[in-house]
C-alpha cells in the first residue's frame, strides 16, 4: 500500500531564516505531487504540483520554491522566511489516469516567528 | 466568484440527525469530484467520491447536479465522531493535475 511521509511535524523558524521541508512517497510510481498551505482557520491553498521528475508548477508567486530531485520526493523550500509563511503545509500525490483522488501527508506546522 | 463555493458554518446538529451540505462550482468543464474531512489540526482525509449517478456509502450520500454546477453531501443518523470539517474538491481535467478545494463547512454533532 502506499504511504505518504512528511518531516519535520513542526517548526518555529525565524524571520528571514531559510526553510527546508521534505515528502516522501512510498509504493507507488510517477505520482503527481503537491504542496499546500493552509492558514489557520481557512482552505488550503496550492502552492505547487509536479507531474514528474524535474517538472515544478507554481501556483502562487511568493518566497517560496518547489524541487523533485527523484520521483518520489518533492521538497518544499525558502531562502528567508516571511512572518506570513507561517501555517500548515500539506504534501499531496494522486496518480494521473486514475480518479484524481488524493492522499495527503501528516503535514507540517510552521510558525515563523 | 470563487472557484469552489462551500456554506462555512458552522452546523450544529444534535447526534442522530440527517445533516446536508451542498457545494457550488464555477467551471462547467470540471469533471472529477470528492469530499474530504478534515479533523482539527489533522490532514484532509478522504471520505467519497462523487459519481454522476450519485453514490451511497453507509450513513453517507453524495449527489451530483451537473446542471446547476453543484454537488451534496448527506449525512444520516449522525454521530459525535462526524464533527469535522468537510471539504469539496473539484478536478479540471483541462489543467493538468489541478485540483481545487472549497475551504470547507464545519459540522459539530452535539450529544
Known amino acids: 500500500s502506499q504511504t505518504i511521509h512528511q518531516w519535520p511535524a513542526t517548526l518555529v523558524q525565524p524571520v528571514g531564516s531559510p526553510l527546508s521541508l521534505e515528502c516522501t512517497v512510498e509504493?507507488?510510481?510517477?505520482?503527481?505531487l503537491y504542496w499546500y498551505r493552509q492558514a489557520a482557520g481557512r482552505g488550503l491553498q496550492l502552492l505547487f504540483y509536479?507531474?514528474?521528475?524535474?517538472?515544478i508548477s507554481s501556483e502562487v508567486p511568493q518566497n517560496l520554491s518547489a524541487s523533485r530531485p527523484q520521483d518520489r520526493q518533492f521538497i518544499l523550500s525558502s531562502k528567508k522566511l516571511l512572518l506570513s509563511d507561517s501555517g500548515f503545509y500539506l504534501c499531496?500525490?494522486?496518480?494521473?489516469?486514475?480518479?484524481?483522488?488524493?492522499?495527503f501527508g501528516p503535514g507540517t506546522r510552521l510558525t515563523v516567528t | 466568484r470563487k472557484e469552489v463555493e462551500q456554506d462555512p458554518g458552522p452546523f450544529n446538529v444534535p447526534e442522530g440527525a440527517t445533516v446536508a451540505f451542498n457545494c457550488t462550482y464555477s467551471?462547467?468543464?470540471?469533471?472529477?469530484f470528492f469530499w474530504y474531512r478534515q479533523d482539527c489540526r489533522k490532514e484532509p482525509k478522504l471520505l467519497m467520491s462523487?459519481?454522476?449517478s450519485g453514490n451511497e456509502d453507509g450513513r453517507f450520500t453524495a449527489q451530483l447536479n451537473r446542471a446547476s454546477q453543484y454537488i451534496s453531501l448527506l449525512i444520516r443518523d449522525s454521530k459525535l465522531s462526524d464533527s469535522a470539517t468537510y471539504l469539496c474538491?473539484?478536478?479540471?481535467?483541462?489543467?493538468?493535475?489541478?485540483?481545487?478545494f472549497g475551504s470547507g463547512t464545519r459540522l459539530s454533532i452535539r450529544p
Open positions: 499531496a500525490w494522486n496518480l494521473e489516469g486514475a480518479l484524481r483522488e488524493q492522499y
Open positions: 509504493g507507488t510510481s510517477n505520482p503527481n
Open positions: 509536479s507531474v514528474g521528475i524535474g517538472q
Open positions: 467551471n462547467s468543464a470540471s469533471q472529477s
Open positions: 462523487v459519481y454522476s
Open positions: 474538491v473539484v478536478t479540471l481535467y483541462s489543467s493538468a493535475s489541478k485540483i481545487i
